[in-house]
């Protein structure tokens, strides 16, 4: 029995722009106008969009003389615990407890303070501070001038990063006469106050690093993580159809993680089949101006947003041997490490933040340099998958395993107190 035989189907999207679907979303705006106007109405419904901080963190034992940090980064995890974190579809929950824990080890009793807090005010003097935008610079202000404060930077700089996702615009409106508006997105890049740093801890590579150069502060890299998902049953896949077969895995901005050009690469190859998983339905403007090729394409498969614990994700990792990655600026791209944890064979941008063992990337990236790079995959002999899926688990396992992470903070941290101690 083919893979192709075994494999259950896989639900996709349907084309939102159909005339079923154009009443369904009518509801739906509907009971949005409702929901609004009972906010209005009962603003006590409205939520806070984070949990209140945690005080006094020891995942470890500090030891005496004990110091105090502040951690402005995600609460989350330090109200529902390490389990909790292990089910979540990014590996940052985990790495939050990781800095926690971390921090412990060298003598710092740990408040945690969520990122979207911006209204918590410091009660208590702070030997140590990591935080992020947006709200380092108003919390930095607020401490001893003595206070350690280290920027926790969890993407490419945002000078860099604006003008890689300009870029990206400025060639699909080159390419196919699309002009696309990223304004939220834009929004969305910042850094405030990264100036003030006395050292900058950054999830990424020497490639994510060398974006913050120009600010002359120490700066450090720290890996990312891998999920704990489920390991790929390898002896089971059929390498000689999984060769043909493409993941996209991402999250928000599909301009900015390149699935434009992916689209127009894989458009023009019915033989080599696209499987989609990002959160298509939030873009409804990308949607609409690549509603043929996603719709429309026997060989091109929108799935949406998808849960990397589930049947669903496992069943996509049997099917696609490699990933596509295409992004223009990255930290480093939790979504490629996890599709390496499965075997997946990355092919991916310089810009995505990771080391290859290969040094091979799509560079300059490019449809054409997609297409050829994907021609050329799908055409290795079956056993050079299987070699490459195995030495990719193995590469993931090794140099992106939480102990990893944990190792290359601490080095950074003893690096940062040592400094401030000089």
């Given at each position: 029995m083919t893979m192709a035989q075994s494999q259950p189907n896989i639900a996709e999207l349907t084309d939102p722009f159909s005339?079923?679907?154009?009443?369904?979303?009518?509801?739906?705006?509907?009971?949005?106008?409702?929901?609004?106007?009972?906010?209005?109405?009962?603003?006590?419904?409205?939520?806070?969009?984070?949990?209140?901080?945690?005080?006094?963190?020891?995942?470890?034992?500090?030891?005496?003389?004990?110091k105090r940090a502040l951690l402005n980064y995600l609460v989350k995890p330090f109200h529902l615990g390490q389990e909790s974190a292990d089910r979540h579809s990014y590996s940052n929950e985990s790495i939050a407890r990781m800095m926690a824990r971390s921090l412990n080890r060298n003598g710092y009793v740990v408040d945690v303070v969520d990122w979207l807090d911006t209204t918590f005010q410091p009660a208590c003097d702070y030997d140590l501070f990591i935080g992020m935008t947006p709200s380092f610079q108003r919390l930095a202000n607020l401490l001893k001038?003595?206070?350690?404060?280290?920027?926790?930077?969890?993407?490419?700089?945002?000078?860099?990063?604006?003008?890689?996702?300009?870029?990206?615009?400025?060639?699909?409106?080159?390419?196919?006469?699309?002009?696309?508006?990223?304004?939220?997105?834009?929004?969305?890049?910042?850094?405030?106050?990264?100036?003030?740093?006395d050292a900058i801890f950054v999830i990424g590579n020497q490639q994510t690093v060398s974006t913050y150069d120009h600010l002359g502060l120490p700066t450090y890299a720290v890996t990312n993580a891998c999920l704990p998902i489920k390991k790929p049953e390898l002896d089971a896949k059929d390498f000689a159809t999984a060769r043909k077969n493409f993941l996209f895995l991402s999250s928000w901005g599909l301009v900015h993680k390149g699935l434009d050009q992916t689209l127009d690469a894989f458009s023009k190859m019915p033989d080599l089949h696209l499987w989609i998983c990002a959160p298509l339905k939030d873009d409804r403007a990308f949607l609409r101006a690549y509603r043929t090729e996603l719709f429309d394409r026997s060989n091109i498969h929108p799935i949406g947003w998808v849960d990397l614990h589930s049947e669903k994700f496992r069943h996509l990792v049997n099917r696609c041997a490699f990933q596509l990655f295409p992004s223009c600026a990255e930290g480093m791209a939790g979504s490629v490490l996890n599709g390496m944890s499965q075997g997946l064979i990355p092919l991916i941008t310089r810009e995505s933040?990771?080391?290859?063992?290969?040094?091979?990337?799509?560079?300059?990236?490019?449809?054409?340099?997609?297409?050829?790079?994907?021609?050329?995959?799908?055409?290795?002999?079956?056993?050079?998958?299987?070699?490459?899926?195995?030495?990719?688990?193995?590469?993931?396992?090794?140099?992106?395993?939480?102990?990893?992470?944990?190792?290359?903070?601490?080095?950074?941290?003893?690096?940062?107190?040592?400094?401030?101690?000089?």
């Open positions: 005339l079923s679907k154009v009443v369904e979303r009518a509801t739906a705006r509907t009971r949005n106008v409702a929901a609004k106007v009972l906010r209005l109405v009962r603003p006590e419904i409205a939520k806070s969009t984070y949990l209140p901080p945690v005080f006094n963190v020891e995942i470890e034992p500090v030891a005496a003389p004990r001038p003595d206070t350690i404060k280290i920027y926790w930077a969890t993407r490419s700089h945002a000078s860099f990063e604006k003008a890689a996702l300009q870029a990206r615009l400025d060639a699909l409106y080159k390419r196919r006469g699309l002009s696309l508006r990223e304004d939220e997105l834009f929004a969305g890049i910042r850094d405030d106050g990264v100036e003030s740093a933040g990771i080391d290859l063992a290969s040094n091979s990337y799509l560079d300059p990236c490019s449809p054409e340099l997609i297409g050829k790079v994907a021609t050329e995959v799908s055409n290795w002999p079956s056993e050079k998958v299987r070699n490459e899926a195995i030495l990719t688990i193995k590469e993931a396992e090794t140099a992106h395993s939480f102990d990893a992470v944990l190792s290359q903070f601490e080095s950074a941290l003893r690096a940062a107190i040592g400094m401030s101690q000089t």
